[in-house]
Nanobody, 127 residues
């Protein structure tokens, strides 16, 4: 599975951005797709995830109510709509895919469980 992330950029606080992650290769319904981010000098952290089979979503507390993850089955693409951006959202954002044991497996927020990673895309939020 190959993942290609795009959509990063610079925006002022309060603004919005939409990230996209296109999955190619041997994709199937038994995957969860996640977004992680790494700010300068900090460890990578979970942002959001979606279970492919039914669209169930999971969010970090820090982004709940502001970010929305979604998927487009036909395009094999996962989106991260980011609204009300804050300077502390500044980070390199990575998309990742977790091959689940079954299509109904619980989605994890632990990055070590994710099997495939895309390149990062930089999001910069200025105050």
């Amino acid at each position: 599975v190959q993942l290609q992330a795009s959509g990063g950029g610079s925006v002022q606080a309060g603004g919005s951005l939409r990230l996209a992650c296109i999955a190619s290769g041997r994709t199937a319904s038994n995957y969860a797709m996640g977004w992680f981010r790494q700010a300068p000098g900090k460890e990578r952290e979970f942002v959001a995830a979606v279970r492919w089979v039914d669209g169930s979503t999971y969010y970090a507390d820090s982004v709940k109510g502001r970010f929305t993850i979604s998927r487009d089955n036909a395009k094999n693409t996962v989106y991260l709509q980011m609204n009300s951006l804050k300077p502390e959202d500044t980070a390199v954002y990575y998309c990742a895919a977790d091959r689940l044991r079954s299509i109904w497996s619980v989605v994890t927020t632990y990055e070590g469980e994710y099997d495939y990673w895309g390149q990062g895309t930089l999001v910069t939020v200025s105050s």
